[in-house]
T-cell receptor, first 115, second 115 residues
């Protein structure tokens, strides 16, 4: 079974621009979560999608948004990029089904650099 | 609020030594789930283990073992006879019974195993 895939793997953007990151979950997984990892703040939860609906959201500004498609693929968007948005963005998939007990499997991440 | 504390920032050992990574958690949920993930230099988080709050059995998988103690809110991870390939950052994480797939991560422990 293929793992979680994320594209692109690396991205360099300029302040003020916007960016879209993509995540394809493991086949059969319907829950996709996004996390931001920075040296200063560590791993922080952004949001989770299940069956095209956002189920939970972390404490991030509205510039961070996401969506999920009917095939469970997910995208996250960051508008008006700031230098502090430079981070590794990790996507995780799990079976979901509303039960909190399923483990999450992570993709390789997208490393975003904002200059 | 949920919180995970990994007090050890970095541990250095010589190959074949045993090493224990500490994890202390806080939650008000009566049912919760604990996880360990490994993050090698490539960046991808690799799932190692999940433990449910109602199952305090210790677990051993090869050279890895986990000690879950609800009385002290700890979920420690021991690597026996460490190897250079064990060098990575290890994260302990907590998921409550609400909040669906949201993981709360500790700050991680960097393990350096030298030959």
């Amino acid at each position: 079974k293929a793992g979680v895939t994320q594209t692109p793997r690396y991205l360099i953007k300029t302040r003020g621009q916007q960016v879209t990151l993509s995540c394809s979950p493991i086949s059969g997984h319907r829950s996709v979560s996004w996390y931001q990892q920075t040296p200063g703040q560590g791993l922080q939860f952004l949001f989770e999608y299940f069956s095209e609906t956002q189920r939970n959201k972390g404490n991030f500004p509205g510039r961070f948004s996401g969506r999920q498609f009917s095939n469970s693929r997910s995208e996250m968007n960051v508008s008006t990029l700031e230098l502090g948005d430079s981070a590794l963005y990790l996507c995780a998939s799990s079976l979901g089904r509303g039960d909190a007990s399923y483990e999450q499997y992570f993709g390789p991440g997208t490393r975003l650099t904002v200059t | 609020a949920q919180k995970v504390t990994q007090a050890q920032t970095e541990i250095s050992v010589v190959e074949k030594e045993d090493v224990t990574l500490d994890c202390v958690y806080e939650t008000r949920d009566t049912t919760y789930y604990l996880f360990w993930y490994k993050q090698p230099p490539s960046g991808e988080l690799v799932f190692l283990i999940r433990r449910n709050s109602f199952d305090e059995q210790n677990e051993i998988s090869g050279r890895y073992s986990w000690n879950f103690q609800k009385s002290t809110s700890s979920f420690n991870f021991t690597i026996t006879a460490s190897q250079v390939v064990d060098s990575a950052v290890y994260f302990c994480a907590l998921k409550g019974n609400t909040g669906f797939q949201k993981l709360v991560f500790g700050t991680g422990t960097r393990l350096l195993v030298s030959p």
